[in-house]
Every structure is written in C-alpha cells, then in structure tokens.
C-alpha cells in the first residue's frame, strides 16, 4: 500500500491541483477524479484477476503480464513502465526543485540565481540521494518510504488544519486565502477555463495534467519479489491504497475551492478596498488558485 501511496501523492497533490481547482472549477474537478478512479478501478481488478489466478514470483509487471500475455507482450511494457517511471520521477524531482526555490525566495535566499541553475543543482543532489538509496538496498528503501510517507502525512494534516482555522494575518487574507467560506465555494464551484502560456485550457487538457497522478498503482506490484504472500497483498494493497488516495484528491479539491479565491493581487490596500480580484482586469495577479502554485503553503 505505501509504495502505491507514494507514487500517487505527488507533485501534483500540493503544486497543482489548486491550479486545476482555479480552472475546472470544483465540480469538473470532482468529474476529473472520478473518470481517473473509475479507470484505475478497472486495471486494478485486472491487476489482481492475474495476480490471484496463480503464483506471482519477482518481477514485478513484467513478470505478470509475461506469465498473461506472453513474454514479448511483457517484455515491451516493461521497457515502456520503465521510461515512465523515469519520466514521473523527473516530474517529482522538478516539483521539488521548484517548491524549494519558492520557499527560499521567500527567506531572501538562492544558490546561485534562484532560477534555473538552482533547479539543476538541486535536481541533481536530490536524483543522486534517491539513486543511493536504491543503490543500498530494498531494505532501505522500505525504511525511507516510511520516513516519506510520515512528512507526507503531515503535511497533508497541516493543509487541512490550516484551511479550517482560516487566515491568520491580513497578508494572508490579501494572497487570497478567505479560509472557508460559502461564497468563495460557490464562485469556485463552476470552471473558469483561462488561457496561460499561450495555451487555451479545456476539460480534455486539464484532465491530461491531472491524471498522470494517479498511474503509481503498479508501484505494489513492482515489489512483488519481497511479498510474503504477493497473490494476496497486491490486490489489497493496491485497491486500498486507490480508495485513500482518491478520497484525499478529493478533500484536497473541496478544502482549496473553499478556502481560497482564484486572483489576489496581495496588497493589503486592495484587501481593504475590497478590490483584491481587480488585478484581473490587467492580469497583474500574482496570487490565488490560478496564479501561485504554492497557494496551499497561504
């Protein structure tokens, strides 16, 4: 369940799913979640129909879906699965680059320019820390997802304790953070679609982003090799680690759409004024679900 969990909460939990708020609106996002646990179901079940209709060895996918489909089937998914993982770890690495640049940006600190070159450096560090770990041993691998899935826990705790309590200081309340509200939820409920960089967002596009989110499901499956009893723990622990998962998508959508607004200028005259969202009008936001991807750290 913890590895499956680890790979679905990600990047896209903290950094973008406020985004996705801001233009799906909290009941295309819901659809969103949804239509992604309703496909995840489906592999799952076919996940475990395999994995429980005899013995499941080390090997992880490869192994299941060779013994099913025959080893070229197998083999081919299995050189696919591998790039995905690479390109999803990537994905984590970047995310975690850049939340940390923000967070140093806000305590007047950087590297080296506080832009890309920070990214790379600490991309690197951190690709190399994982690499180590992975390097050592399964054995502490296990003992780091543990250690991961506890900050995890944490922080997905003091978001929603946070959101319940509301703003703490006016500098909050000008970036946008209203705490819960009825008017905020129901402005956030229907989708506001923008065009950003460039690009002229849909539902269709928007569900692309969010649902690589939820491919870590075979993340149980790849240990099968150090189950005790694999034909048993995959399907539990896979299907189980789904239903969390998607109920905390779906907290997460409820507690941003009703906690926050989606354009804040930030300046507390504004907040005064009652004129925090006229920044629109010249698209000079820089807070809000749309504009900060760090709008759940408010």
């Not at 959101?163 to 409920?189: L, R, Y």
């Not at 941003?256 to 005259?269: E, F, K, P």
Request: glycine share 10%; with cysteine.
């Amino acid at each position: 369940m913890i590895p499956c969990l680890l790979n679905i909460w990600g990047v896209m939990l903290f950094l973008r799913l406020a985004w996705i708020v801001a233009q799906a609106g909290i009941g295309e996002s819901l659809l969103t979640i949804a239509i992604s646990t309703a496909v995840c179901i489906i592999t799952t079940l076919s996940l475990s129909a395999i994995c429980t209709n005899g013995e499941v060895k080390g090997g992880g996918i490869y192994f299941i879906i060779s013994r099913s489909l025959g080893p070229e089937f197998g083999a081919s998914v299995g050189i696919v699965f591998a790039f995905a993982n690479a390109v999803s770890a990537s994905m984590n690495t970047i995310g975690f680059c850049n939340s940390l640049n923000d967070l140093l940006k806000e305590h007047d600190l950087k590297i080296i320019d506080g832009g890309n070159n920070d990214v790379r450096i600490v991309g690197v560090i951190a690709i190399a820390v994982m690499i180590l770990i992975c390097a050592i041993g399964m054995e502490w691998e296990s003992k780091a997802q543990n250690f991961l899935i506890a900050i995890i826990l944490g922080a997905m705790a003091d978001f929603m304790i946070g959101a319940i309590m509301g703003p703490k200081s006016d500098d909050e309340a000008a970036k946008g953070f209203t705490g819960f509200t009825v008017s905020t939820f129901s402005e956030n409920w229907y989708s506001a679609y923008r065009t950003q960089d460039g690009i002229t967002y849909d539902f269709f596009q928007v569900f692309a982003i969010f649902f690589p989110s939820v491919t870590g499901i075979q993340a149980g499956a790849n240990i099968s090799g150090d189950l005790k009893d694999p034909a048993s723990s995959i399907p539990k622990g896979t299907m189980l680690a789904l239903l969390i998962s998607m109920a905390s998508y779906v907290t997460f959508v409820l507690f941003a759409g009703a906690a926050a607004i989606r354009d804040a200028s930030g300046n507390l005259t504004d907040l005064a004024n009652g004129t925090l969202t006229n920044c629109v009008e010249d698209l000079s936001c820089q807070y809000g679900l749309f504009n900060s991807y760090t709008v759940s750290s408010n």
